[in-house]
């Protein structure tokens, strides 16, 4: 019968649970949303930060006693996380450790569980750690930079790209600034992903050197935008869509499709309700099918 059918999709949906401690602490104090609020909206969230974390190196920024409090970066697997996978991986300094990796929404929930309100991904997979399949320019603002400027910046690096042949997509990191972010479909080798961002970078920043700066050591200088290649390389990360950020306001990184960008205000334009009520009324993903395309960086270079 219908009512038969009914009640085995619900229980299907009603997957095992992880047990969530201290349900009512504050996280964040500003708009006094609990650690309830936050593992509701990553289960919410969770088939949409799936797709941009799950099989790939992932670091986590916890904040055990919530947002203006002590929060750390993390990205080695720790005792006590039963749900969430590791993969070993050589460290800069040629030892081996092991990062954590999550599968699925029972993974995600237990590091929500443990207190995780940010979640950074490798642009690569656990199984092929040496090979991006993203690149991303992070655009940073310097004090002064009216957002429109960051805007504008977007706007120029997706033209710049389209002229290399290469579709990118448009992220609002819950920050000060957006990402701009590169699909490959075949990944590529981290030493010519690195090569191209740097040189896409400086490119930028030479030809507009009062906007921009795309240099390792200045970084943030007033009325500049700096062009942030840095996210790219083995063992760098950049936010994911869909995750919190550690930050007032419960802010949220939230991919947009690019005319958007048009009536966008703000960095940090969607806090946890905006998100949701934003996902309720979109039919799919702006990124929907990112991941599908075959793009190479052989028009450049
Ligand atoms: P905004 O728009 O405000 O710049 P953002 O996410 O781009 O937001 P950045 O400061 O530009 O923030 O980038 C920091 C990135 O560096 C993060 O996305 C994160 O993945 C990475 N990162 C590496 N190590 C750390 C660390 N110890 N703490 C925080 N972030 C780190
Ligand atoms: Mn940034
Ligand atoms: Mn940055």
């Not at 005792?79 to 070993?88: H, I, M, N, P, T």
């Not at 040496?130 to 603002?141: E, H, T």
């Not at 075949?186 to 040189?199: H, Y």
């Not at 795309?214 to 200088?221: G, V």
Request: charged letters at 30%.
């Amino acid at each position: 019968t219908t009512a038969a059918k009914k009640t085995t999709a619900r229980e299907r949906v009603a997957a095992p649970e992880i047990r969530l401690s201290s349900p009512t602490k504050i996280i964040f104090p500003d708009r006094n949303i609990t650690k309830r609020q936050v593992a509701d909206f990553y289960k919410a969230v969770a088939p949409r930060l799936l797709k941009e974390v799950a099989g790939r190196p992932l670091s986590v920024i916890r904040c055990p006693d919530g947002v203006g409090k002590a929060c750390f970066f993390q990205k080695h697997h720790t005792a006590g996380l039963d749900r969430v996978r590791f993969v070993r991986l050589k460290e800069e300094a040629g030892v081996n450790a092991n990062y954590l990796v999550v599968d699925d929404v029972e993974g995600l929930m237990e590091l929500v569980q443990f207190n995780s309100l940010e979640f950074h991904p490798w642009g690569a997979h656990a199984d092929d750690p040496d090979r991006a399949d993203r690149v991303v320019f992070d655009l940073d603002p310097g004090p002064g930079v009216p957002f429109a400027e960051v805007k504008r910046a977007a706007a120029h690096v997706r033209d710049l790209l389209e002229q290399l042949n290469l579709k990118s997509f448009l992220r609002a990191t819950g920050g000060k600034g957006l990402h701009v972010v590169v699909p490959l479909n075949p990944a590529n080798d981290w030493t010519l992903v690195k090569k191209f961002a740097k040189s896409f970078a400086e490119a930028l920043a030479g030809s507009d050197p009062d906007r921009y700066l795309a240099t390792a050591t200045l970084k943030l200088r007033p009325g500049k935008i700096f062009v942030d290649y840095l996210r790219n390389g083995r063992g760098a990360t950049a936010v994911a869509s869909y995750s919190l950020r550690a930050r007032p306001g419960a802010p949220v990184a939230v991919p947009l499709a690019w005319p958007e960008l048009k009536d966008l205000k703000r960095g940090d334009a969607f806090d946890i309700d905006k998100t949701l009520a934003r996902i309720k009324r979109q039919r799919k993903d702006p990124w929907a099918g990112i991941d599908a395309l075959r793009q190479d960086l052989s028009a450049w270079g």
